[in-house]
T-cell receptor
Framework: EAQVTQNPRYLITVTGKKLTVTCSQNMNHEYMSWYRQDPGLGLRQIYYSMNVEVTDKGDVPEGYKVSRKEKRNFPLILESPSPNQTSLYFCASRPGTGPYEQYFGPGTRLTVT | DAKTTQPNSMESNEEEPVHLPCNHS???????IHWYRQLPSQGPEYVIH???SNVNNRMASLAIAEDRKSSTLILHRATLRDAAVYYCILYNAGGTSYGKLTFGQGTILTVHP
């Protein structure tokens, strides 16, 4: 089954404790991205990657890092989480930057206290 | 980015057709019209997309106005499972979107049994 998986699905952590949210897709997609969803602000793109070793900032990249060492994986790293990063995070993938269907993961709900 | 305007909410009865409107008066010639939906507690899900001609798939139909300044997503027989937030998104595949989907607030669809 074609899918995007994320782990963990739920995470409660404390300010400053580094964490990684993993994302993996099994569709051999070149393009992957991370979004965060906040009430009243909708979904906003954090980072994206057009292919292995090619990443770039989205609209709200501050406080986040990403890496793309393998085509299937695109982890989101919060090196020093802060309470304003409490949010619902979605990983997504698509074949490329053309007008293709984009697949989203199930989401990771992060709470930073 | 070109903007879309959707009603905040709509209601329907089960097994009746639903027409979800979207206005995009500043659409450019290379903007594709995409529809996604987000069911409660899930990631966004692709529904359909088109450029100029009407499109049909197993989930829905997309009717695009001749001047492309508006479009309508048609669910032919609503079910309770169709209750979701529906997003109309313009995607410029050849421009500087770099794969980013810009989500607005969408239309909350309520389906009554």
């Amino acid at each position: 089954e074609a899918q995007v998986t994320q782990n963990p699905r739920y995470l409660i952590t404390v300010t400053g404790k580094k964490l990684t949210v993993t994302c993996s897709q099994n569709m051999n997609h070149e393009y992957m991205s991370w979004y965060r969803q906040d009430p009243g602000l909708g979904l906003r793109q954090i980072y994206y990657s057009m292919n292995v070793e090619v990443t770039d900032k989205g609209d709200v990249p501050e406080g986040y890092k990403v890496s793309r060492k393998e085509k299937r994986n695109f982890p989101l790293i919060l090196e020093s989480p802060s309470p304003n990063q409490t949010s619902l995070y979605f990983c997504a993938s698509r074949p490329g930057t053309g007008p293709y269907e984009q697949y989203f993961g199930p989401g990771t709900r992060l709470t930073v206290t | 980015d070109a903007k879309t305007t959707q009603p905040n909410s709509m209601e329907s009865n089960e097994e009746e057709p639903v027409h979800l409107p979207c206005n995009h008066s500043t659409i450019s010639g290379t903007d594709y019209i995409h529809w996604y939906r987000q069911l409660p507690s899930q990631g966004p899900e692709y529904v359909i997309h088109g450029l100029t001609s009407n499109v049909n798939n197993r989930m829905a139909s997309l009717a695009i106005a001749e001047d492309r300044k508006s479009s309508t997503l048609i669910l032919h027989r609503a079910t309770l499972r169709d209750a979701a937030v529906y997003y109309c998104i313009l995607y410029n595949a050849g421009g500087t979107s770099y794969g980013k989907l810009t989500f607005g607030q969408g239309t909350i669809l309520t389906v009554h049994p």
